[in-house]
């Protein structure tokens, strides 16, 4: 006895029911949707504190701030979109699929990668303000250099480690 759905000896596959009821789904599309715009609306008025209280226009604040408010943004967008008809918002086109499921996650790699920057600007600080004060005098670049070498080597050896050991 063949089938004429699938072409072979075997019964067709069961229907899988959704693992999560619509209850529940239209319940964490409501809450991620207010949490993302009461994070949009933050963001919104941290710049804006930013603009009123003239703090400089171009730092890491406001970069971070900026792809804040754009990430958010997008989640609410696309939550939003939830609300209207889950198919569709599942079926967008190329452009928006890319803008709305995409690109939020190269604005967090952005956002990483601005943090890391800080975060190597402010070591460097502290590095230069522990020489100054040992020392007692301005230290030499190949001395500054030397420490962010044996930094960047450090991690570089850290991160690759796991790899030559063949641990995935």
Request: glycine share 4%; charged share 10%; with cysteine.
């Amino acid at each position: 006895m063949e089938h004429a759905s699938n072409g072979s000896h075997f019964p067709p596959p069961p229907t899988i029911s959704p693992a999560i009821p619509p209850y529940v789904k239209l319940g964490l599309t409501i809450a991620y949707t207010i949490f993302y715009s009461l994070l949009f609306a933050f963001v919104y008025a941290q710049l804006w504190l930013v603009l009123r209280y003239r703090h400089k226009r171009f730092s890491y604040q406001t970069a971070f701030l900026f792809l804040c408010l754009l990430w958010a943004a997008l989640r609410a967008l696309l939550f939003s979109f939830y609300f209207r008809d889950c198919v569709t918002a599942n079926a967008l086109g190329p452009f928006a699929f890319w803008l709305l499921y995409c690109f939020p996650v190269c604005l967090q790699f952005f956002t990483l990668s601005l943090m890391n920057l800080y975060c190597a600007q402010v070591s460097r600080l502290l590095v230069l303000l522990v020489l100054l004060v040992t020392l007692g005098t301005d230290p030499s670049r190949s001395m500054l250099r030397l420490i962010g070498d044996s930094k960047l080597s450090l991690g570089l050896t850290v991160n690759l480690q796991p790899q030559s050991a063949g641990i995935d």
